[in-house]
């Protein structure tokens, strides 16, 4: 648990040096138990477009995505987690939402995104 904690942990919140494996143990949890042809398939229908902008732009519009529906949408938080301004998370976010259509007023439409983002920030 603590080898699993430390590998996701560090690949999922850079700003941060310790980690328990409860919170990241539903991470694991899909990624060990998915069927991977089938994850992978309806990670890249919602968010395939955002990770392709980010690869070719060099941007970091899904670490941003992922941190945001990782603190309930508080841009302060997201700010910190990244070391940018909130400004900065502001702007990201309507970049993204102009990207893969995010609705952050849709429950089912944040939590896609939540399930999908980590997925592919580990591969």
Not at 14 to 23: L, V
Not at 33 to 49: P, T, V
Not at 57 to 65: E, F, K, R, S, V
Request: charge should be positive.
């Amino acid at each position: 648990e603590a080898k699993a904690a430390l590998s996701i942990g560090t690949r999922l919140y850079k700003e941060r040096q310790f980690f328990t494996y409860d919170e990241v143990e539903w991470v694991q949890l899909l990624v060990e138990s998915a069927e991977q042809a089938r994850l992978d398939a309806f990670a890249k229908k919602k968010i395939g477009k955002l990770a392709e902008h980010d690869r070719v732009h060099g941007t970091n519009y899904l670490p941003t995505l992922f941190h945001y529906l990782d603190t309930g949408g508080s841009l302060v938080e997201t700010a910190n987690r990244l070391f940018i301004h909130r400004n900065t998370v502001s702007y990201r976010m309507e970049r993204i939402k102009a990207i893969v259509g995010f609705d952050a007023a849709n429950a089912r439409h944040r939590f896609e995104l939540y399930l999908c983002t980590p997925y592919y920030l580990l591969k």
